[in-house]
């Protein structure tokens, strides 16, 4: 094969997996492999097709490493100066390695793959923009829970950890108010029981509860200020 004929290939090759036809066939294929592994969590599916499923997410993975394939051959060394590029080959390495074939979790990688198409809808790629944006906001948010939490575990282990085991140690009594923030029986679970014995612990939760919902709020707040922010920031004007 001349250098020509290669060349003329590999401009074959780029033009066929930089189009829009071939992202979608691949999104569509990374979609039924998704449904496929889904199906394989069920033991009365993997008894109904007999083995089949495995066939076809072997099928399929077969598919994703040609196109791999196809890639590196269509771009050479420039493949792997994408993030995307670098991020699909990691996720086809990992999820086709041997070990993988009995590890579902391991398998599962491969529907990451499905992030990198966001960048061709609008709508997905806004949410992703506002999520990313909002990120900071978030972390801080977390950053102040996790103080005043862990202030209140340590109080918590020390007025009632002698009583009850809920409050017994640190690791515990974090548990037992995170049930308490997701409001999961909280009332009738933790709340009361301590109250029979701790007239006054009512100051207790409702406190906790009380700064803890003023946080969520504070973050809620700063989430709608910064959407606000980003939907009507003027545009400058080249």
């Not at 033991?43 to 196109?67: K, V, Y």
């Not at 037992?176 to 029986?185: E, I, K, N, R, S």
């Not at 109250?195 to 809620?220: E, G, K, N, Q, R």
Request: charged share 15%; net charge positive.
């Amino acid at each position: 094969m001349t250098k020509s004929t290669l060349q003329a290939d590999k401009r074959k090759v780029k033009k066929l997996v930089e189009g829009k036809n071939f992202d979608f066939l691949i999104m569509s294929l990374i979609c039924m492999d998704a449904v496929i592994l889904g199906m394989m969590t069920s033991d009365d599916m993997n008894r109904f097709f007999e083995g089949g499923l495995f066939i076809l997410d072997r099928l399929f993975m077969a598919i994703f490493i040609i196109e791999m394939l196809m890639k590196i051959f269509a771009f050479g060394g420039k493949f792997f100066k994408s993030g995307w590029n670098v991020f699909d080959f990691t996720v086809i390495a990992i999820s086709s390695v041997p070990v993988a074939s009995y590890f579902i979790i391991l398998r599962t990688f491969r529907l990451f793959r499905l992030l990198k198409y966001v960048n061709k809808f609008s709508r997905l790629k806004q949410v992703i923009n506002t999520f990313l944006a909002l990120l900071p906001n978030f972390m801080a948010m977390l950053l102040v829970f996790v103080i005043f939490i862990y202030i209140f575990a340590i109080i918590s282990v020390s007025l009632f950890g002698d009583v009850f085991v809920e409050f017994g140690d640190l690791g515990a009594a974090l548990f037992a108010l995170l049930q308490v923030f997701t409001l999961d029986g909280w009332a009738s679970n933790v709340a009361r029981p301590v109250m029979a014995v701790f007239p006054h612990a009512w100051v207790f939760f409702v406190s906790y509860l009380f700064v803890s919902f003023l946080i969520v709020i504070s973050f809620l707040m700063s989430a709608v200020s910064e959407i606000v922010h980003r939907e009507f920031k003027p545009k400058s004007r080249l």
